[in-house]
């Protein structure tokens, strides 16, 4: 016999939680970032950019987020139809998340204690964060003409965890990988805990997604923010997605780059193979016998074979190989020696 | 006193396309329920039984060489499996099936009656839980059956095993005797005139096994 049978205690399921950096190349760290001028002037580009982690006509250029600005109003950009006031790709983006992170059209964004008509969508592709992003890892280095800040999500802190339509949502607030800044600003606010403008934004760790709150990055340093100035318009392609990008880019400049973790649920089988002492003694390797007689290649593999093991198979009921995994060196097996190796296999 | 190595063995295992087959369509069927050990990559005129050094060193040129790593394709792996026989075996199964290949135009039908030597203290002997047929392209074959096995197992595999899903996938069978009709699509051919296949043929007993090349010819009346 050469299959045997699986107890089913030596079957064990185990889930793990695996964690990784998100940008491209497994750089822990993006300072560097790039828009395509092709991509910036398609239709797309009215509504989002995407930004590379190198020129984006590099052969190793991949997109590692997309900036899309979101105005209820409709305010910067250009309108579908001058028929139709407001309606624009800005007010297209707004109606878009809050559909997905809000599922209620009368509901608002409401950052801290600010409610917001505009805001910044940083959606990371799906190929970099894998299942989610992992709170507590970001420090995100803005600049402006007022300064530089650094974000971070609250979730280290936060008493509870608030769930939206689109999953867990934390607070964006000062601070670097999960430690929020508590100098002046005692929750770590722009502006404190009187601001008139909120928190920086929310982190949307499952659907991997960050809003930046417009409102909060336009005061003053003094109050929170950079000074960013987003221009709202009606009727006019205002490319506030670049602002983002520019800020990005002029911290990044100086070494204050975005770093992020990926976080990814892997489930594994684990399955123990044992062989017992009087179990795969004898092989049909064409070497193990001699001619075409079928004889044993020596005599004392008679009483005293000894085969090496090199190769698990895993089989269904109906003798399938499934899965298969190789050993690292051939292990010896004879009448005098048992076998137990653990065969991992990841989903 | 020094202390034991308590260590287990521990590797990590990949799907074979036939897994990932097998997965993708989530019928159950992807469930592992048995496995097998295999020495492919050993060549046993390595070890040594007249090393001067004594039997602690008979396998020496064999335990320390590097092995290669996992193939996915099943047809390419698990090759020679080791088998659980008594003691004091001296002569291994052989799998005879009368012919070193097959050759077939195409739409043309055979079958092969697998015999074990060496097995069960007879000369020519059918096992009884019958053999494992393996096709390594099931698309060359519009029928690929095994009859003469009635088990929940055989049944399972035998069931849909003339259906071609367009991949090239391996098939298997489970039966005493295998029937199989070359394709007739000449659309597989390309600018060929001959497709190629392996066949696998195991013992479900013995473990023997036995691996000879399948050829199709093109002929121009078949559609």
Known sequence: MSFKSIDPQDLV???????ATIWSNNNPTLINYFTSSVQVATNTGQYYYSVYQTASTDSTAAVQFNVAYCDLLGSGS???????????????????????ILGDENAGFIFGNYSASYFYA?????????????????????????????LTDDSKVAASITFKDAGRVFNLVSGSAGTVFTGTNTNGWAGGANSTSGSYGWFLPDVGLILL???????????GGIGLLTSRSFDTADNNPARI????????????????NSEETLSSDFIFVRARNGEFNYSENPSFISGSTGAVLYNSFINNPTTYITTVGLYNQTNELVAVA???????KDFTKELLVRVKLDF | MGYLNNQVVTIDAILTKKGRELLAKGDGSFTITQFALSDDEIDYTLYNPS????????GEAIENMPLLEAFPDETQIMKYKLTTLPRGTAVMPIISLGQSNISLRQTAATSITPQTLNYLSGNNTFEPSGYTFTISDVRLFSNFTATGVNTAAATALNTNSTSTNGTNVSKTVI?????MTATGVNTLFGSNNTLYATLIVVGRDSGARVQIPVTISKTSTSV
């Open chain 1, 13 to 19: 399921i185990s889930t793990d939680s695996i964690t």
């Open chain 1, 78 to 100: 250009e309108f579908y139809n001058n028929a139709v006031t407001g309606s624009s790709p800005t007010r297209t983006n707004y109606g878009q998340y809050r559909t997905l």
């Open chain 1, 122 to 150: 940083l959606n990371i592709e799906r190929a970099r964060y894998k299942e989610k992003l992992f709170p507590g890892t970001m420090t995100m280095y803005l600049s402006g003409s007022s300064g530089k800040i650094s």
């Open chain 1, 213 to 223: 709150n417009a409102q909060a990055l336009s005061s003053s340093i003094a109050l």
């Open chain 1, 245 to 260: 990008v520019d800020s990005l880019k002029i911290a990044g400049a100086n070494n204050f780059g975005w770093t992020l």
């Open chain 1, 326 to 332: 190789k050993l690292s060196r051939p292990l010896p």
């Open chain 2, 51 to 58: 090393h001067p050094s004594g039997s602690a060193y008979y």
């Open chain 2, 175 to 179: 039966g005493t005797t295998l029937t």
